[in-house]
């Protein structure tokens, strides 16, 4: 249906409708195309204007004649300049309507002019050149139709004055032919207005559909453009899917080779059967691939009908919703019989509609054994004192778990049990591991050396001379306070240090300088004005990093690793002086 504003464009309003876009566009069309007929009405006005004067110039006053072809020529000058205006200006929809009414100004005013000539110019002693007058301004009418019919009214406003006018003056002659004359403008008149009508129809709606056609091309042409973006990211996806399923391909190639190879166990299980398990699971359970996942698990592990399989339990116990613990140790009895130390843990997925359960096994019976060794050295070392009973712990530990002792023994030196333990037991012990050996060995250490703690020659005298001078002491270790506290009373110098920094105190041991830094700041120094005495490379090390001066005592480690001190001593009495500030 068509909105009010474009029934008025319909009707052939001079002035833009006023509505919707699409209006307004079609509006400005068709002042646009009365304005390109301007040179071709104008040019035929003009020339008929100089051919009416010319056959009325023997006939008319020549005066006034002069004056009527001036009025045309201004009339038509003034559409002239309008349209030299409009070509100018700013053409837009909006302002169609202003420009609209200037050329119906023009067009109305020359339609006048020429109607004028039927009174002015109308010779009534000759009948010959009155009908000359009627044919030219008929012809001129019809001509008319053609240039004004983009806009309804615009032709009208030309041949109603014109044809008007002068079929007033034959009515008002009064005689037979001029009565038949008046008759028959006005009944042309009748005839030239229907035909305008259509013919502006006609130019309405060529300018319609060719609007129409033009916005569908727009819209055709957005729309493949569209489909065509569409097409590119539909494409774009397509190859990053193809890509990413090709990668996702090739690292669960990765994934499934590294697990099927990996040497601690891994099983997926849900609905009481394994639906995974990699190699090293079916050697720990004595069973093949077939027999894994051809029957229920309470047939396929040992132990699993008394309730005693910890793979079993564990699985149960996470179907069952309980709280379990994400790691613990346990005894698994293999389908051959032999019993294995292992480590489990669990965790519980999520697989279609049904819980599922993933384990990890890994075997610990090595290390298990090693750890028993360790505990039957400490018994059998009764008779060993101090720092020998130590080391032969370390050596029997070493010797079952094929350590190069002299490699322990230079890296552990000054270090914390989180980074020995690791290197006696392997780095893959959970950290609560780690903790418990750390704190057995050191429980170990303190029940062998208690009561017999071994002093380096000069050491109490080296502490009481200092302390003497007025230095400020402190102890910085990474051992635990316990290890400090047991050797600083048995040797009597307890009360003598102001400042104890222990394994407790810092998250890194040595070789980082954090111990020393963290002593000096307690005593309320600058690093730069410590001395640090020190037996072991890593805590050498850990003291030129803290900036200070370092005195190596040689002994526990020889000359050529201590070579980064500032100065090697072979015994602490070295460094008992008159003056301490010269050491």
Not at 108 to 131: M, N
Not at 525 to 550: H, N, Q, R, T, Y
Request: charge should be negative; proline fraction near 3%.
């Amino acid at each position: 249906m068509q909105s009010g504003d474009e029934k008025q464009a319909h009707d052939g309003k001079a002035f833009a409708p006023r509505g919707t876009e699409h209006a307004e566009r079609l509006f400005s069309e068709q002042v646009r195309l009365l304005y390109e007929h301007v040179p071709i009405a104008l040019l035929g006005l003009l020339l008929n204007a100089l051919v009416l004067t010319y056959v009325l110039w023997d006939v008319t006053d020549h005066a006034t004649l002069l004056i009527w072809l001036g009025a045309i020529l201004a009339s038509g000058g003034g559409r002239a300049v309008l349209r030299y205006r409009y070509r100018r200006g700013a053409v837009t929809p909006a302002r169609a309507a202003r420009w609209s009414a200037g050329y119906l100004v023009g067009t109305l005013a020359s339609g006048l002019v020429w109607g004028l000539a039927g009174i002015f110019l109308f010779p009534p002693q000759s009948i010959v050149h009155q009908v000359f007058i009627a044919f030219l301004a008929g012809g001129l009418s019809a001509g008319s139709l053609a240039a004004y019919s983009a806009v309804a009214w615009m032709a009208p406003a030309f041949f109603l004055p014109a044809l008007g006018i002068l079929s007033a003056r034959f009515f008002w002659q009064g005689d037979e032919i001029s009565l038949i004359m008046g008759a028959m403008i006005a009944l042309y008149i009748v005839l030239v207005s229907f035909i305008a009508r259509g013919m502006h129809m006609t130019t309405r709606t060529s300018l319609r559909l060719r609007l129409e056609n033009s916005s569908l091309i727009a819209h055709l042409t957005e729309a493949k453009t569209h489909a065509e973006r569409l097409n590119e990211e539909l494409n774009q996806k397509i190859q990053q899917r193809t890509e990413a399923e090709q990668a996702l391909r090739k690292s669960e190639e990765k994934f499934r080779g590294l697990v099927e190879n990996a040497t601690d166990g891994i099983a997926l299980v849900q609905g009481e059967r394994i639906q995974y398990a990699n190699r090293a699971v079916l050697e720990m359970i004595g069973c093949t691939e077939q027999e894994a996942y051809a029957q229920p698990i309470v047939q396929v592990m040992p132990d699993t009908n008394l309730g005693k399989n910890p793979i079993y339990q564990r699985y149960r116990e996470h179907v069952a919703g309980k709280d379990v613990p994400s790691q613990f140790e346990a005894q698994l009895e293999r389908a051959d019989g032999t019993v294995i130390d292992v480590i489990l843990s669990s965790a519980l997925i999520h697989m279609g509609s049904e819980n599922a359960v993933l384990i990890m096994v890994k075997d610990i019976t090595e290390r298990k054994r090693a750890e028993e060794a360790l505990l039957t050295m400490a018994e059998d070392v009764g008779s060993t004192t101090g720092e020998e009973m130590f080391r032969s712990l370390v050596e029997c530990l070493a010797t079952s778990l094929n350590v190069d002792f002299a490699l322990v023994g230079e890296f552990a030196g000054g270090r914390q049990n989180r980074d020995i333990v690791p290197i006696l037991f392997g780095d893959d012990r959970a950290p609560e591991d780690v903790r418990r050996l750390g704190a057995r060995k050191e429980e170990l250490y303190r029940d062998l050396v208690r009561g017999k703690v071994r002093v380096s020659e000069g050491a109490v005298e080296l502490v009481r001379h200092y302390r003497a001078g007025g230095y400020q002491l402190a102890v910085g270790s990474s051992t635990p306070r316990a290890n400090i506290d047991l050797a600083l009373g048995e040797m009597g110098i307890a009360d003598l240090f102001g400042v104890i920094v222990s394994s407790e105190d810092v998250s890194v041991g040595k070789p980082d300088p954090t111990v020393f830094l963290t002593a000096a700041s307690r005593l309320g120094v600058l690093p730069g004005d410590c001395l640090v005495i020190e037996d072991a490379p890593a805590g050498v090390e850990a003291g030129k990093a803290a900036g200070m001066v370092v005195v190596a005592l040689a002994g526990s480690h020889p000359r050529e690793k201590l070579g980064h001190a500032d100065r090697v001593i072979s015994s602490l009495n070295e460094l008992i002086i008159a003056d301490p500030a010269n050491a």
